[in-house]
């Protein structure tokens, strides 16, 4: 490799762990202030609420980032789009019939809505759940992944693990940040007062959406022995971190039980699996 082109690739290689290194300590700062917001009233300037918004965009600005080492940008850019676009049309779809998640209203603390009744931040939530759930089912799958069926397992197990992300995050949006408030239903069970056709309704959704954006979530030219990627793993975790941390402050147990117990899982087949 000549001089010059080799010294331009060592330059761009230190610019972009530099970027990496203020974008980490940006999104540990949003994570720090939302879990010290959680036991301690902190009163911060600015719109009350900001950290955790800032902590959402940075979340989705890392995930998109982090899939870019593997695909183009433009592929990844319009997963997400259309991961917005559909879970946004089904959460208006839902505001107005009760189907598929169940009824519910949403809080006067979720910020700007789309439409008029769609938060701006649920299709950036659904973004950071699926993509990231992707992840970390192929960590799972890594001793897998030359099996004919992969890609179908791979869409089962990241919308397992979206449902998982989502009976984190319930009892922590609606009963610890009142994002929404779910109304009583006839059936006698439900979780932490959340109806279990809501996690029905996540499953579908998130079937159909995967069946449309994994096409172009696949690399047209894969690499035999890539390194397996940490990120997703670490982002879905944190989160479900910050759901358990958050439901102890309201004595939600069962969720915080339930919480510790998916993380511990989850992260023990995902590490077993990325030894391969």
Known sequence: ?????????????????????????????????????????????????????????????????????????????????????????????????????????????????????????????????????????????????KLHAYGFWLIGVTAVLTVLFELALDPFASQVKRYWYWEATKLPVSWLGVPLVNFFGWLVVTLLILAFVTPVLIHKHPVHRRPPDFHPLGIWLGAVLLFGLGAATRGLWPAVLLDGTIGVVVATFALRGARW
Request: proline content about 8%; some cysteine.
């Open 1 to 145: 490799m000549p001089l010059k082109k080799r010294t331009g690739s060592i330059v761009i290689k230190k610019m972009a762990r530099g970027e990496r290194r203020v974008f980490n300590a940006l999104f540990i700062t949003a994570y720090a202030l939302v879990l010290a917001g959680l036991w301690w009233p902190m009163s911060l300037p600015g719109k009350p609420g900001w950290p955790c918004a800032v902590l959402l965009v940075l979340a989705v600005v890392g995930t998109i980032a982090a899939l870019t080492r593997h695909l183009p940008l433009q592929n990844i850019l319009l997963a997400a789009l259309a991961i917005v676009l559909a879970s946004g049309a089904v959460i208006w779809l839902d505001s107005k019939t009760g189907i598929p998640f169940g009824q519910f209203t949403i809080g006067d603390n979720t910020g700007p809505k789309l439409l008029k009744v769609v938060p701006w931040a649920l299709p950036a939530v659904w973004v950071v759940a699926i993509l990231n759930s992707r992840g970390v089912a192929r960590l799972i799958l890594r001793p897998w992944r």
